[in-house]
């Protein structure tokens, strides 16, 4: 253990760290050891991975000291955010800034940075097309971590930036599945029209960091955007239908519609969506699914994933 590169795995419980964790400790040649850094160590979660064979350590992502302590004699980190849990792009600037200047006083030879399009530098505020939210935001989700690129360069932090994609567990845990109609055949709705979702498996995103990891030095300084497909609402409408055994029926809503949902960051999602279907070439064409299969060669389509996933979608 002690002659490998260790890389330390910030949110190693959650869907990208966690994918993150698993992938270097099922490569047992690799050359790398992984750290999982996780907010409680002793959750269910951290047990898991410490079984797997993973070192747990407690980290505080808002202390800095906490995570300069966690990096230190690491060689590399992966650092994300997680929005949803507190619904802050302030909080998550400041994580993002906590990170990298932890980083750099550790002395990290390798970082990634889980990011995202600022979509400032596309839709200006005040833009009829879009609301502003929180006051200086299109998607905050978004905007505040690409707005967070910065701390990483400044700090001179060697730095992949890792633009990532819908998650299509999405569809699993956030209730993005196809639902019963009022004649009870399935519908799959998304605020996308006739325009291409990028996608992937969230247990793939590890992977393909993991990829990137791997390849060293030629990663550094470059933003890399990953995907499993990209697909319409109707081809992934036609993928359920196939997984599912039933028709299932895509039904393209606006954006207001999307943003009038009545549940929270809807209106954060309305947006996000709508940048998508306005900048699908951009979008698309910044997650290159042939650098995508290069990085991880188990990267799975949409229909992999949904025959051992399928039993996991709630459609009622």
């Not at 979660?45 to 004699?73: C, I, M, T, Y």
């Not at 004649?183 to 995103?205: H, S």
């Not at 960051?265 to 998508?276: H, S, T």
Request: aromatic share 10%; with cysteine; charged share 20%.
């Amino acid at each position: 253990m002690t002659d490998k590169k260790i890389i330390a795995v910030v949110g190693a419980t959650g869907a990208q760290g966690g994918g993150l964790v698993r992938a270097i400790l099922a490569d047992l040649d690799g050359g790398f050891a992984v750290r999982a850094l996780t907010r409680d160590a002793d959750s269910d979660k951290a047990r898991a991975l410490k079984e797997l064979g993973a070192e747990v350590v407690a980290v505080d992502v808002d202390d800095s000291a906490s995570l300069e302590h966690a990096f230190q004699g690491a060689h590399g980190a992966y650092c994300v955010t997680f929005y949803w849990e507190h619904f802050s792009p302030e909080k998550e600037l400041a994580q993002a800034q906590s990170m990298a200047s932890a980083a750099r006083r550790a002395g990290l030879a390798h970082v990634i940075w889980s990011t995202l399009e600022d979509t400032r530098n596309w839709v200006p505020l005040g833009d009829e097309r879009m609301p502003t939210l929180l006051d200086k935001y299109n998607v905050p989700h978004f905007d505040a971590k690409g707005e967070a690129n910065q701390w990483f360069s400044a700090a001179g932090v060697p730095t992949t930036f890792l633009l990532t994609s819908f998650y299509w567990d999405n569809l699993i845990h956030f209730g993005m599945g196809p639902k019963p109609g009022p004649d009870g055949q399935l519908v799959f709705t998304l605020p996308m029209g006739d325009r291409k979702l990028p996608g992937i498996a969230a247990e793939d995103i590890g992977k393909c960091a993991y990829g990137i990891f791997k390849r060293g030095r030629d990663q550094i300084g470059r933003t890399v955007g990953i995907a499993g497909e990209h697909l319409t609402g109707e081809q992934m409408a036609a993928a359920l239908g196939a997984a599912l055994g039933q028709e299932v029926h895509y039904t393209a809503i606006t954006p207001e519609q999307y943003r009038a949902l009545a549940f929270p960051g809807a209106d954060d999602l309305g947006n996000m969506f709508q940048f998508k279907h306005d900048f699908e070439a951009e979008f698309c064409g910044a997650r290159s699914l042939a650098t995508s299969h290069a990085l991880n060669t188990e990267l799975q389509t949409f229909a992999q994933w949904l025959a051992l996933n399928k039993h996991r979608i709630p459609i009622e």
